[in-house]
T-cell receptor, first 111, second 115 residues
Framework: DAKTTQPPSMDCAEGRAANLPCNHSTISGNEYVYWYRQIHSQGPQYIIHGLKNNETNEMASLIITEDRKSSTLILPHATLRDTAVYYCIVRVVYTGNQFYFGTGTSLTVIP | DADVTQTPRNRITKTGKRIMLECSQTKGHDRMYWYRQDPGLGLRLIYYSFDVKDINKGEISDGYSVSRQAQAKFSLSLESAIPNQTALYFC??????????????FGPGTRLTVL
């Protein structure tokens, strides 16, 4: 079941912030928001996850709205190597529940 | 991730042939997964295993079987390959303990073509 909705594609200028939106209006109280990315045809790579508070790590920031129905992944200074497909996933953490990757957003960073 | 390896990396076969894709990991993780990815689509889960004695069907298990020979090895078999099984196949691992439990580590993928 598609639990998230993402735009199919986005462009971003190199050096600028890339803001990738995700809608998850049916998210449950115990479901986390995860972001992964897939560069070319490599295996997906974990980026960040969060429940309701904003999160930041060395790769990105995750902003979750107060009602938790949407979130935004922010790559603060996009580089050409950030060109990839970005997947937003909701899932109960630490359970056997599957990751449903959906079709993601294809981000192209433009020189 | 070099800790998760897949063999072969590329394979071309004919309809009706039996094919085995192998996955090995040195991360010491209990959980292993097999996904397939079709062009322009996201990953779909085929099978997953939480330990050597635990095998579970995923979203699209029909036409596939798996074997968890050891903690480090998880094989995917196509008993009689058909053209619509042409896809990119990924193996992944995870550890349910601590922060690592949220992350899946993926292998480099196997590109399978069934003629």
């Amino acid at each position: 079941d598609a639990k998230t909705t993402q735009p199919p594609s986005m462009d971003c200028a190199e050096g600028r912030a890339a803001n990738l939106p995700c809608n998850h209006s049916t998210i449950s109280g115990n479901e986390y928001v995860y972001w992964y990315r897939q560069i070319h045809s490599q295996g997906p790579q974990y980026i960040i996850h969060g429940l309701k508070n904003n999160e930041t790590n060395e790769m990105a920031s995750l902003i979750i709205t107060e009602d938790r129905k949407s979130s935004t992944l922010i790559l603060p200074h996009a580089t050409l190597r950030d060109t990839a497909v970005y997947y937003c996933i909701v899932r109960v953490v630490y359970t056997g529940n599957q990751f449903y990757f959906g079709t993601g957003t294809s981000l192209t960073v433009i020189p | 991730d070099a800790d998760v390896t897949q063999t072969p990396r590329n394979r071309i076969t004919k309809t009706g042939k039996r094919i085995m894709l192998e996955c090995s990991q040195t991360k010491g993780h209990d959980r292993m997964y097999w996904y397939r990815q079709d062009p322009g689509l996201g990953l779909r889960l085929i099978y997953y295993s939480f330990d050597v004695k635990d095998i579970n069907k995923g979203e699209i298990s029909d036409g596939y079987s798996v074997s968890r020979q050891a903690q480090a090895k998880f094989s995917l078999s196509l008993e009689s390959a058909i053209p619509n099984q042409t896809a990119l196949y990924f193996c992944a691992t995870s550890d349910p303990r601590g922060l690592a439990g949220v992350e899946q580590f993926f292998g480099p993928g196997t590109r399978l073509t069934v003629l």
